[in-house]
């Protein structure tokens, strides 16, 4: 299901900057996995407290995820956009002048290490300090938004930082609604009972459950806000209570968790892809737990039916009962350093 422009109905000129805007995706991809999950592992290891590996049903879509918030998880909300956001949207993205990633703006943060050093330049993605700004910036709450520069498109830099999404959910809601055609109109068209279950539904949509805390809800709402443009838009979130770090672009949802495999599991694995146990441990495993090896699992959800476009795009009825999501894909990840070895396909969610 694809919201933004695709690449070949772009300029020759946009069609370069996607493809710029990916290469540096790819980049945060690693960043993001690595601070999220490898991170937070750590954090547990310095406390002398045993991890909560997140259980495997967990990740099935319409799951119920413990509301258990565990204060060593890496927590944040990341926007990266393609294209600048134009002033008109800060009615609903709040990004001004006083959350602008400036020194003195900076100075009103705790904490902040290392602020006499701070220039202007390290907020730029290409820079060597970027990843380190970033990383000291995610622990500050609300998002920290990724865009072109203004001044220098298409250079990316980190613009601002405590980013609020102050769309109504019942907003996103109707806007997606009005897109699958459940209701014409308005949200309320069809009754209370109704525009209930269709906000129910958004959150189904984005795989996260109804009563999700307050980052990977305005995460959703980001994600569908964002789908109004031409470009394309990614949201990371990494919450304290799922343990995961979830992931919502022009492709759809994914999700990323740690998890703990047996010997024979990571055997099998090394035969599948034809290499030796010790190459498999050095490139695919992020720690090991005793007799387990700990490593980065990825799912990739599809849409079914009742979730895309309805046929000639007719009105249709809401059935809460119906799924919107489906597993399409699962894989082991390699660690967030290597960049040799591809992920390997291993189903374990319904196994």
């Not at 995820?65 to 609903?92: G, M, R, T, W």
């Not at 569908?224 to 022009?250: G, K, M, N, P």
């Amino acid at each position: 299901m694809k919201f933004c422009k695709l690449r070949h109905a772009l300029s020759k000129e946009d069609r370069l900057r996607r493809s710029y805007y990916q290469v540096l995706r790819d980049d945060l991809d690693q960043f993001v996995l690595d601070y999220s999950l490898v991170g937070s592992y750590n954090n547990f290891l310095k406390l002398r407290t045993p991890y909560p590996f997140v259980e495997l049903r967990e990740l099935k879509p319409r799951a119920r995820i413990p509301s258990v918030e565990f204060e060593a998880q890496n927590s944040f909300l990341i926007i990266f956009c393609e294209d600048y956001i134009d002033k008109i949207h800060k009615k609903y993205i709040r990004f001004f002048d006083v959350n602008k990633t400036t020194k003195t703006n900076l100075l009103g943060l705790k904490d902040f290490p290392d602020l006499e050093n701070y220039n202007r330049n390290i907020k730029c993605f290409e820079s060597d300090g970027f990843f380190s700004l970033l990383k000291n910036l995610l622990p500050v709450d609300y998002a920290i938004l990724i865009q072109p520069n203004q001044r220098l498109k298409p250079q990316y830099a980190l613009t601002h930082f405590h980013v609020r999404v102050d769309w109504p959910i019942a907003d996103a809601s109707e806007d997606l609604a009005k897109f699958l055609r459940y209701i014409s109109k308005d949200l309320y068209e069809k009754g209370d009972c109704y525009a209930e279950n269709m906000q129910k539904k958004l959150f189904e949509y984005y795989g996260i459950p109804v009563l999700a805390g307050g980052r990977r809800t305005a995460a959703i709402v980001a994600a569908q806000y964002f789908r109004q443009l031409d470009s394309i838009t990614t949201v990371y979130v990494a919450s304290s209570e799922s343990r995961s770090l979830l992931r919502l672009d022009e492709k759809g949802v994914s999700k990323s968790v740690l998890v703990k495999l047996v010997v024979d599991q990571v055997k099998e694995l090394s035969q599948q892809i034809g290499i030796p146990q010790s190459t498999f441990t050095n490139n695919y495993v992020v720690a090991r737990q005793g007799k387990f090896y700990i490593c980065i699992f990825n799912v990739w959800y599809d849409y079914t039916s009742h979730a895309l476009p309805s046929e000639g795009g007719r009105l249709r009825e809401l059935n809460p009962d119906n799924n919107w999501l489906t597993v399409a894909e699962e894989h082991i990840l390699p660690k967030p350093s290597v960049s040799k070895y591809a992920p390997i396909p291993c189903k374990m969610v319904y196994t």
